[in-house]
């Protein structure tokens, strides 16, 4: 069954008519859950930070994190706004490479989650500091096996450590973060084993920053980098870095 974005996705040529019918559907059964969210954005605070020494900035040239957070759009487009990264690729992660295809990964039987490859300067900033950001304005980790109005286990909240240190410091910053109650329900938050990232096809990546007045990127993703400028103005850097270069 398609999720509501799937059935907004366009392609490289821009929206068709089909996806301006389909739009007008969204904001009939979306608006109000998401309009509610956006009402509430001036409460929004950012979640406390990760407490430990893993959460200062530590030597080395580059990085890897991989995260699931809902629609790959919104979680790519935000990280491509934080002081230190270089590069946030829109992917999936979960499965099997032979199932790393958008039409399949949307049945939700292919063990993927839409996801993102983050690479970043751990000079710059740390991979708490990551967390903290995806917990605090990516998406709400509270939500399981969806987001907004995508529903499905591909769009699961999911961390992918690449190595032991990134799974230690996840799982004690969830725990830190469930005891505290910062939210009013449970992280349902996976650690998964690292697993083989599988960039996703050409016209996903970038797709916020090609598609602006997209109903699903108005809606769903521009109040995330509003966010992360409010919330992290030290870290919002204000041109992204895109990667559409690289295909």
Not at 78 to 83: I, P, R, S, T
Request: glycine share 8%; with cysteine; net charge positive.
């Amino acid at each position: 069954m398609m999720s509501l974005k799937q059935k907004l996705s366009v392609s490289a040529s821009g929206l068709s008519r089909r996806c301006a019918i389909l739009a007008a559907a969204l904001l009939v059964a979306g608006v109000a859950v998401w309009g509610q969210r956006a009402d509430a954005s001036s409460e929004v605070r950012a979640v406390p930070p990760f407490a430990s020494a893993d959460s200062v900035k530590k030597p080395g040239e580059s990085e890897v994190a991989v995260i699931a957070g809902g629609c790959f759009w919104g979680v790519q487009g935000v990280f491509q706004h934080v002081q230190g990264v270089s590069q946030a690729v829109s992917g999936y992660a979960g499965g099997d490479g032979k199932t790393a295809h958008y039409e399949l990964v949307g049945s939700g039987a292919t063990g993927h989650a839409e996801a993102v490859k983050i690479t970043f300067d751990p000079r710059q900033i740390s991979y708490a500091r990551i967390l903290q950001i995806y917990f605090s304005v990516v998406h709400d980790p509270t939500q399981l096996n969806r987001q907004g109005p995508d529903v499905g286990s591909q769009y699961r909240s999911a961390i992918f450590p690449v190595n032991d240190d990134q799974a230690r410091i996840a799982r004690a910053y969830i725990a830190q973060l469930d005891n505290a109650k910062v939210f009013p329900a449970p992280i349902v938050t996976r650690l998964e084993p690292s697993r083989e990232f599988f960039t996703a096809e050409a016209y996903h990546q970038d797709f916020l920053y090609r598609n602006p007045g997209h109903p699903y990127i108005v809606i769903n993703d521009q109040p995330k980098i509003v966010e992360l400028k409010r919330l992290f103005p030290e870290a919002y850097r204000d041109k992204p870095v895109l990667v559409l270069r690289n295909f």
